[in-house]
């Protein structure tokens, strides 16, 4: 079945330190993946995607094929990057995503 | 641009009463649309979603249902509520036609069953 999966449901971080929040995917072919975030009070967004192959807020992502990864890091936290992180992948042949349980990441001061 | 409205906001309902939380999109046409429960600990899961007009594919058998009678309305439903239904029910919006695109989220309601 397809499945991602983000292991760590809280991540605490201290400002200015590196963060990497972890996500591992199981999907045959190319998938096109995602990391969503909700900042406190906020609608779930878009961070970014692998296609777009930005980096958003200083946040990037790439896309290990043979690791089956996409995890998401920042060199630098923020106070302000406190929030949960969903990444997701389209289901294969499918219009529905697959989302992750999240992460809750908490930069400290 | 587009939006995406959700309504109610904020519901208390006793068991057994029956739901309808509804959902719109302005400002684009023929979208893809999902109803999500967002739950502490088991994330985002997808509960029904619809390519069209009265088209819909359920994702997990349970006590809910939903319905789309226009191209850019979706609609949550019960006709009898469980303790279980409790939780933080979103709806969501992509582009359709295509396949990897971007989700776009409501506000999101969240149902307390009493």
């Known amino acids: 079945a397809q499945r991602v999966t983000q292991p760590e449901k809280l991540l605490s971080v201290f400002k200015g330190a590196p963060v990497e929040l972890k996500c591992n995917y199981s999907?045959?072919?190319?998938?096109?993946l995602f990391w969503y975030v909700q900042y406190s009070r906020q609608r779930l967004q878009l961070l970014l995607r692998?296609?777009s192959r930005e980096s958003i807020k200083g946040f990037t992502a790439d896309l290990n094929k043979g690791e089956t990864s996409f995890h998401l890091k920042k060199p630098f936290a923020q106070e302000e990057d406190s929030a949960m992180y969903y990444c997701a992948h389209e289901g294969s042949g499918t219009y529905k995503y697959i989302f992750g349980t999240g992460t809750r990441l908490k930069v400290l001061a | 641009s587009q939006t995406i409205h959700q309504w109610p906001a904020t519901l208390v309902q006793p068991v057994g009463s029956p739901l309808s939380l509804e959902c719109t999109v302005e400002g684009t046409s023929n979208p893809n649309l999902y109803w999500y429960r967002q739950a502490a600990g088991r994330g985002l899961q997808l509960l029904f979603y619809?390519?069209?007009?009265?088209?819909i594919s359920s994702e997990v058998p349970q006590n809910l249902s939903a319905s789309r009678p226009q191209d850019r309305q979706f609609i949550l439903s019960s006709k009898k509520l469980l303790l279980s239904d409790s939780g933080f029910y979103l709806c969501?919006?992509?582009?359709?036609?295509?396949?990897?695109?971007?989700?776009?989220f409501g506000p999101g309601t969240r149902l307390l069953v009493l």
């Open positions: 969501a919006w992509s582009r359709g036609q295509g396949r990897r695109e971007t989700q776009y």
């Open positions: 692998h296609i």
């Open positions: 999907y045959s072919g190319s998938p096109e």
């Open positions: 619809s390519v069209g007009i009265g088209q």
